[in-house]
T-cell receptor
Framework: AQSVAQPEDQVNVAEGNPLTVKCTYS??????LFWYVQYPNRGLQFLLK??????LVKGSYGFEAEFNKSQTSFHLKKPSALVSDSALYFC??????????FGDGTTLTVKP | DAGVIQSPRHEVTEMGQEVTLRCKPI?????LFWYRQTMMRGLELLIY????????DSGMPEDRFSAKMPNASFSTLKIQPSEPRDSAVYFC??????????????FGPGTRLTVL
């Protein structure tokens, strides 16, 4: 069975500082990894995904994620955080049939 | 495209009443997912369809819950009878047409259900 872990319930950073939201995964076979963001009272929105190829994936709103096979991690990063990045972030891994297993989510708070 | 459409956006009902939530997926998407989100349990997959056929309903809490997808552009999630512990935000999502692991899910705005 596949699983995703987001070890931090909450991440706090100051505006302008780099941010990292952590995700580790467990799958048998090739991992298909995703990050989604949820703003208050909204549905989840796709940020980026890793399917194959370059380990550094670039996505929406200046976010990127680094796939590390040896550490089974897929951490979300941004060089300079904005207050508007404050939201709930979900890491997910897909099955071959396209079914997603989501992590528990990490609340990111960016303070001015 | 208008994205995934859900209705109603908010529903307040009394215990014992029937509740029907509706979803219109993005045109051309052939997979549809129903999720429930609560503070206590996070985001839970209830059921998903591929080409209008239910593939995995192992997340459906109990027989009070049922879901249908009569055609490619419409799905319902019904709770009968509803209970206070069903109060949650229910999301519908659809995914791009490959039906495989590369598919990105597109979520609707959700229905906030409150059962009194």
């Amino acid at each position: 069975a596949q699983s995703v872990a987001q070890p931090e319930d909450q991440v706090n950073v100051a505006e302008g500082n780099p941010l990292t939201v952590k995700c580790t995964y467990s799958v048998s076979g090739n991992p298909y990894l995703f990050w989604y963001v949820q703003y208050p009272n909204r549905g989840l929105q796709f940020l980026l995904k890793y399917i194959t190829g370059d380990n550094l994936v670039k996505g929406s709103y200046g976010f990127e994620a680094e796939f590390n096979k040896s550490q089974t991690s897929f951490h979300l990063k941004k060089p300079s955080a904005l207050v508007s990045d404050s939201a709930l972030y979900f890491c997910a891994v897909n099955t071959n049939a396209g079914k997603s297993t989501f992590g528990d989510g990490t609340t990111l708070t960016v303070k001015p | 495209d208008a994205g995934v459409i859900q209705s109603p956006r908010h529903e307040v009902t009394e215990m014992g009443q029937e509740v029907t939530l509706r979803c219109k997926p993005i045109s051309g998407h052939n997979s549809l997912f129903w999720y429930r989100q609560t503070m206590m349990r996070g985001l839970e997959l209830l059921i998903y369809f591929n080409n209008n056929v239910p593939i995995d309903d192992s997340g459906m809490p109990e027989d009070r819950f049922s879901a249908k997808m009569p055609n490619a552009s419409f799905s319902t999630l019904k709770i009968q009878p509803s209970e206070p512990r069903d109060s949650a935000v229910y999301f519908c999502a659809s995914s791009s047409p490959a039906g495989g692991p590369e598919d990105t899910q597109y979520f609707g705005p959700g229905t906030r259900l409150t059962v009194l």
